[in-house]
């Protein structure tokens, strides 16, 4: 019997190269995982692990899809607060201004 491939609604790309991690996405990922479980949201976001975007001077960067949020070059307390939010909110509005 096949298995039925899942995807979620909503993916956060957090790159975990060199730079990134030395500006604040060391331990997002498992900071946003446990984010992620605790709010029951593991059908509906899954966090990914790139090695780097390509695009190290602006680092840190994350990005949020589909809604092509791209945030980067932020504190490690604003990192962890909008992409939370993001996560929890049903339609990302109050990070579209950052695109
Ligand atoms: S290390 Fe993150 S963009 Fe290169």
Same mark, same amino acid.
């Given at each position: ?15 975990? #190269? @060199?730079?990134?991690?030395?500006? #604040?996405?060391?331990?997002?990922? &498992?900071?946003? !995982?446990?984010?992620? !479980? ?15 975007? #390509?695009?190290? !001077?602006?680092?840190?960067?994350? @990005? ?10 932020? @504190? &490690? !307390? ?10 929890? @909110? ?10």
């Amino acid at each position: 019997m096949k298995k039925k491939l899942t995807t979620p609604e909503k993916i956060v790309l957090v790159c975990v #190269g @060199s730079k990134c991690e030395d500006k #604040g996405n060391k331990d997002l990922v &498992q900071d946003l !995982k446990k984010i992620i !479980k605790k709010q029951h949201l593991k059908e509906v976001c899954e966090v990914i692990k790139v090695d780097c975007f #390509g695009k190290c !001077k602006y680092a840190p960067i994350i @990005s949020i899809q589909p809604n092509n949020i791209w945030l980067s070059d932020i @504190s &490690q !307390k604003e990192i962890k607060t909008k992409v939370e939010n993001a996560i929890l @909110s049903p339609n990302m509005d109050s990070l579209e201004s950052e695109k």
